[in-house]
């Protein structure tokens, strides 16, 4: 399953909540429904989930994405994303393995 998602050292970043979604959805048939739990999450995977606004630069005008021409001004806009804190590289490439 292909999510778009942006990681870096010790941070994943989910752009698309439903992505995030889905894939808590997996930790939860895993692990049960405990593991929405804040302090469980961090005890057995190694991290933390927040909600997060990421500013976003929009598209220039003329930009193609998707295959459309972007007609939206230049500038900036909030876009809703889920962050994952984790604590150790080694729980980050654990979960970047079984589960993206």
């Given at each position: ?82 962050h ?13 393995l079984?589960?993206?």
């Amino acid at each position: 399953m292909s999510y778009k998602v942006t990681t870096k050292k010790n941070l994943i970043i989910f752009h698309n909540p439903e992505d995030w979604a889905r894939v808590l959805d997996r930790l939860e048939q895993d692990f049960g429904t405990a593991i929405r739990m804040r302090h469980i999450m961090r005890r057995e995977l190694g991290f933390t989930a927040r909600d997060h606004r990421g500013l976003v630069r929009n598209l220039k005008v003329g930009d193609v994405m998707d295959g459309h021409e972007s007609r939206a001004p230049t500038g900036y806009h909030y876009e809703y994303q889920v962050h994952l804190d984790f604590y150790t590289e080694s729980s980050q490439s654990w979960f970047i393995l079984k589960y993206l």
